[in-house]
């Protein structure tokens, strides 16, 4: 026993010297300035105007995508468990396409649209990053937003919830959104997040489309010049994912609690 503690404890150390080491490096990094320390690199990201306008533009689509996402999936999986559970195998099987084929490879075919085809829908579509790059990143978080719907939907007793619903005189839409909805509030979220932290990260598809004006995409051009600037935008991205993280649990926790 002792020494079965003994080796977690070995290796919960070397853990947190892999994940802590280079976060305190990069913090102490991001904090020099001339002549010693301060908080020059983060304050220059809330006074740099090309930054804020490619971090509200990313935020655009993320928020754009996350709600088509979640339009598409929670209907679909809610109906797959209901009334074609034979089916969940093949879709499971289709939500990982995305993930097998390499984002570079769906850029290149999607380069190769943007350049030869020119019909109106797609100048249209193409007119513009927003309105270019969300289909593709609808595709790209459908896996991870199935995969968080369906485990919600498999930790709840769904067919009692939304027969009993119907019973009460409730359509499928009303025991959908008050039903079904309230209780993998917190998969919604996770799916929500995880899409956001999918799109603030995406660069490859935006790079090969000559979409310069995302955050992921300033955040590299920064990093060219200003080192100090592009980590502490690093350090502050990543901060944001984990706030958005711990208040995830944070709401999944209350609603556990409020439930027992």
Do not use: C, H
Request: proline content about 5%.
């Amino acid at each position: 026993m002792r020494r079965g503690r003994r080796w977690r404890v070995v290796v919960f150390v070397i853990a947190a010297i892999y994940f802590l080491v280079p976060l305190v490096a990069a913090g102490e990094f991001s904090l020099r300035k001339p002549g010693g320390y301060g908080f020059a690199n983060y304050l220059a990201i809330a006074t740099d105007p090309v930054l804020l306008d490619a971090l509200l533009v990313s935020l655009e689509i993320a928020v754009v995508t996350a709600v088509l996402v979640l339009v598409l999936v929670i209907p679909t999986a809610v109906w797959v468990r209901l009334r074609l559970p034979a089916v969940a195998g093949l879709l499971e099987s289709a939500t990982i396409l995305p993930i097998v084929v390499p984002p570079v490879v769906m850029a290149a075919g999607i380069a190769f649209v943007q350049a030869n085809l020119d019909a109106p829908v797609f100048r249209s579509l193409f007119s513009s990053s927003i309105s270019a790059l969300t289909p593709f990143y609808v595709v790209l978080a459908l896996p991870f937003a199935y995969r968080a719907i369906d485990n919600g939907l498999a930790a709840i007793p769904l067919r009692t919830l939304v027969e009993a619903a119907r019973n009460l005189g409730a359509g499928w839409a009303s025991a959908l959104l008050r039903v079904v909805l309230p209780a993998i509030r917190s998969a919604v979220l996770g799916s929500a997040f995880l899409t956001l932290a999918l799109v603030l990260g995406e660069i490859v598809i935006a790079r090969i489309l000559l979409y310069t004006d995302t955050f992921p995409i300033a955040v590299v051009d920064v990093g060219r010049s200003v080192a100090g600037v592009s980590v502490a935008l690093t350090l502050a991205s990543l901060l944001l994912t984990w706030v958005l993280l711990l208040a995830v649990s944070f709401a999944g926790s209350r609603r556990a609690r409020s439930n027992a």
